[in-house]
């Protein structure tokens, strides 16, 4: 059972990135699925999370309308569209599994926005 | 959207009970449980109870997890030098269809 997640790096303010999050070892299309955030020294910041079927998807009041939450079961790929990026959104981007609670977590990538 | 409330930092001692707490409301908390999770320097966090105060594979018996109105409880029975480590509470919040998350409480065995 492993998440990976990919796609970080340092971007501009005002730019998008856009991370995913590569599951195996369990049936991912089962599963609602989360994105956190960590900023450098800071505690944990849930960011969104989407149902199994990519129906329902919530997000964290801060993210609403620039952060985009989306699944591709088929190749079982978490993602997270961030649009119009601010130096407060540095942090390590987690994805998560739910099951009960965040049972299975990704190594995190780190994204930097700074000029 | 606030969080959680979790005391910033808890000492104790080697082998003796560390009680952690975690203090929401009757929207998260009090209704839909808490979550509770530990995170190493460095590294991802580890659920050590669920919302349901189930304990996944492979968590320590000395992890155990409470609720009473809208605080909810993580007790280490035992401390071992490798329970220094931060803690962090959890809850889905119905009313407001988020997820929140206490602030964090760092724990030093000392």
């Known amino acids: 059972v492993q998440l990976v997640e990919s796609g970080g790096g340092v971007v501009q303010p005002g730019k998008s990135l856009i991370l995913s999050c590569a599951a195996s070892g369990f049936t991912f299309s089962s599963y609602t699925m989360h994105w956190v955030r960590q900023a450098p020294g800071k505690g944990l910041e849930w960011v969104a999370v989407?149902?199994?079927?990519?129906?329902?998807?919530y997000y964290a009041d801060s993210m609403k309308g620039r952060f985009t939450i989306s699944r591709d079961n088929s190749e079982n790929t978490l993602y997270l569209q961030m649009n119009s990026l601010r130096a407060e959104d540095t942090a390590v981007y987690y994805c998560?599994?739910?099951?009960?609670?965040?049972?299975?977590w990704g190594l995190g990538t780190m994204v930097t926005v700074s000029s | 959207q606030a969080g959680l409330t979790q005391p910033p930092s808890v000492s104790k001692d080697l082998r003796q009970t560390a009680t952690l707490t975690c203090t929401g409301n009757?929207?998260?908390?009090?209704?839909?449980?808490a979550a509770w999770l530990q995170q190493h320097q460095g590294h991802p966090p580890k659920l050590l109870s669920d919302r349901k105060n189930k304990r996944p594979s492979g968590i320590s018996e000395r992890f155990s997890a409470s609720r009473s109105g809208n605080t909810a409880s993580l007790t280490i029975t035992g401390l071992q030098v490798e329970d220094e480590a931060d803690y962090y509470c959890?809850?889905?919040?119905?009313?407001?269809?988020?997820?929140?998350f206490g602030g964090g409480t760092k724990l030093t065995v000392l």
């Open positions: 009757s929207n998260n908390v009090g209704n839909q449980g």
């Open positions: 989407i149902s199994y079927n990519g129906v329902f998807k």
């Open positions: 998560a599994r739910e099951f009960s609670a965040f049972d299975i």
């Open positions: 959890s809850a889905w919040d119905s009313s407001l269809n988020v997820w929140v």
